[in-house]
């Protein structure tokens, strides 16, 4: 594992999305797993202003997205297929029909689970998994407690990331309470693992994770045993 540390939220920023640029540059049609929340925006930011100035081609490149809630329908703000076309897929040249998301709002969840693990499959893996890390060690919607060998599947949303996540919401009651996330299993399938994290606040969970055991009370923990993980974090290293 590598641990870099960054001068503040762009470098962080920055350095993640050289990553990320080099990976494009170097396998232009590779699979990348991104992941929504605050901690990307910069990074995705980034990546915009270097497609713009002409140095990245997203016309290979197939994303698959983390998670995504369940019950909120794709064109509303609060969905993450909405987060990550904003901030990203409607800003490069990226082809529509190279954008995977789960499926919130299917019927039948299960079999979108299951269906949005053979897509990835027949892509032949995710080559770079973008992460952030939960307040409470979670990794995609892989909430403390989560077995580490689950495919992609439904999850009751942790209190605390309900929470966590009710700023982007009128009110804590708005907030979903589940939503279908990339399981342990095929993230830690993904050939290399980006995981950035911000702020001082994250810290004590950082500090599990990477340092603590490998237990599925810190999700995240797991990485420790990924043979490819890149950890770019500003402010959360003890
Ligand atoms: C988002 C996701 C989550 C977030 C995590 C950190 O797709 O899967 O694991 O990465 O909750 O969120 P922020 O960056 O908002 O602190």
Redesign the pocket.
């Given at each position: 594992m590598k641990i870099i540390r960054a001068r503040d939220y762009n470098d962080m920023s920055r350095k993640a999305a050289n990553i990320i640029s080099a990976q494009i540059i170097l396998q232009p049609g590779c699979v990348l797993g991104l992941?929504?929340?605050?901690?990307?925006i910069g990074t995705y930011e980034q990546l915009v202003r270097w497609y713009d100035k002409g140095d990245l081609d997203f016309s290979g490149v197939r994303a698959v997205c983390?998670?995504e809630y369940v019950g909120v329908p794709r064109g509303d703000p609060h969905s993450?297929r909405y987060f990550l076309s904003s901030c990203l897929f409607d800003c490069v040249n990226i082809r529509p029909e190279n954008v995977f998301v789960p499926d919130g709002m299917a019927g039948d969840l299960a079999a979108e689970c299951g269906r949005y693990d053979r897509t990835i499959a027949s892509m032949g893996g995710i080559d770079l998994q973008l992460?952030?890390?939960?307040?409470n060690g979670?990794?995609?919607?892989n909430e403390p407690g989560a077995a580490f060998e689950k495919d992609t599947h439904c999850v009751r949303l942790a209190e605390s990331?309900r929470r966590?996540?009710a700023r982007y919401f009128d009110n804590m009651h708005l907030v979903p309470s589940k939503a279908i996330?990339l399981g342990i299993k095929p993230i830690m399938q993904a050939r290399k693992i980006l995981l950035i994290v911000s702020g001082e606040d994250k810290s004590y969970v950082l500090e599990q994770a990477l340092l603590g055991p490998v237990t599925p009370r810190v999700p995240a923990s797991i990485l420790q045993l990924h043979p490819d993980v890149t950890v770019i974090e500003y402010g959360a290293m003890p």
């Open positions: 992941c929504s929340g605050a901690t990307p983390l998670d993450f992460l952030g890390l939960g307040y979670h990794i995609g919607f990331t966590a996540n996330t």
